[in-house]
């Protein structure tokens, strides 16, 4: 039990509400919240929503940047999840957190170890260890979100100080500024407007040229797409349709039983493992985020695999095999894939 388990469990509450009204699940469905208020279901739905942002609303986008608003900042993010939620029925029965499939696991491993004398009772030592670690980084994360949110507030305040006073053209230049220099234009001496507007522009360039050369040197692309190689943390194979999710906007479109293709995942993203039936990430390992919500909701992943987003094409049919580590790769579509 940790947060991000009791924020999935709200959501899904949330989720649950929003199909018992088909005015509200057309709400949802259409991402127009502000429908919600034509009906008493809607008003309820509503007032959820809002006790949820008021306990979860630091929880950060796809990144810690600055510049990528926490759920409190910028609410359709989480109207995106729930959206996707609310076209699932039920739950996959692989997906259930009660620790069934954990008691299941480790009555197996231990009674293969029975025959080794003192192995049983280290190995329990170990896994009660690595779950109260697991715990603590869940709930550290939680934490450590907090003035996430706070300083995104802060910075959001400077930006329309500098816009203001003419110093930056938008508000959201303010992310291409370093603190000293934002410090000093506010206290002190404003520079010539011009002057910004080019040191922003080439910060802006200079970004682009960066992350390409790293995207690049990361992300080398295999020579075939047969099959992609990477880190199968969570064994079992898998066989269904690709749903390239590479941003937030894209979380509607995963459907159920769909795999979950992405550059990497955070905690706020956690609530789309009820949806799909497998992960494959473009980084991360055996320790990644998405490697062991994977494992907690008894689904195959498979992380670090070089150019996974842009070698699998959205509704293509791929096995993704967590004991191997390997994405089979078919080369054929099976149906429309979004609403």
């Known amino acids: 039990d940790h947060e991000t388990l009791r924020m999935n469990e709200a959501l899904w509450s949330l989720s649950r509400m929003a199909r018992q009204d088909p005015r509200v699940l057309s709400a949802i469905r259409g991402l127009t919240p502000e429908r919600l208020d034509e009906t008493p279901e809607g008003l309820g739905l509503l007032e959820a929503f809002e ?19 926490t ?34 696991a480790l009555t197996l491993v231990e009674r293969r170890l029975r025959f080794y004398p003192g192995m049983k009772r280290l190995f329990r030592w170990l ?31 400077w930006g329309r100080r500098l816009q203001g006073r003419g110093v930056i053209e938008q508000a959201v230049d303010v ?29 802006r360039a200079t970004y682009r040229v960066a992350n390409a050369l790293w995207q690049e040197d990361r992300f080398t692309e295999a020579k075939a797409r047969t099959v ?14 690709v749903s390239l999710i590479m941003i937030v906007d894209h979380i509607t479109r995963l459907q159920q039983g769909n795999v979950l293709v992405c550059p990497h995942t955070s905690p706020s993203w956690t609530p789309l493992f009820t949806v799909a039936s497998a992960v494959v990430a473009e980084t991360g390992g055996a320790g990644s985020h998405a490697a062991i919500v994977a494992r907690e909701y008894g689904i195959p992943a498979v992380m670090a695999v070089a150019g996974a987003t842009r070698l699998l094409r959205e509704g293509e049919e791929i096995v993704v095999d967590g004991s ?15 609403r």
Request: charged share 30%; proline share 7%.
């Open 51 to 69: 006790d949820f942002i008021e306990r979860y609303g630091q929880r950060e986008g796809s990144c810690w940047y600055l510049s990528t608003p």
């Open 71 to 104: 759920w409190r900042r910028d609410p359709l993010q989480v109207w995106r999840l729930l959206a996707s939620l609310a076209e699932t029925e039920a739950r996959p029965s692989e997906s259930t957190t009660d620790g069934d499939r954990f008691r299941k």
């Open 324 to 338: 191997r580590g390997t994405v089979l790769c078919h080369g054929k579509k099976r149906g429309p894939m979004n």
């Open 175 to 203: 992310f291409d500024l370093s603190h000293d220099e934002v410090r000093e234009w506010l206290i002190g001496t404003s520079p010539d407007p011009n002057a910004v507007k080019d040191l922003v522009a080439r910060r």
């Open 127 to 157: 896994v009660d260890r690595i779950r109260a670690l697991h715990v603590f980084r869940e709930n550290s994360h939680f934490d450590l979100a907090l003035p996430l949110d706070s300083l995104q507030a802060l910075a959001a305040e």
């Open 228 to 241: 992609l190689k990477g880190i199968g943390p969570s064994p079992c194979p898998s066989q269904a349709v």
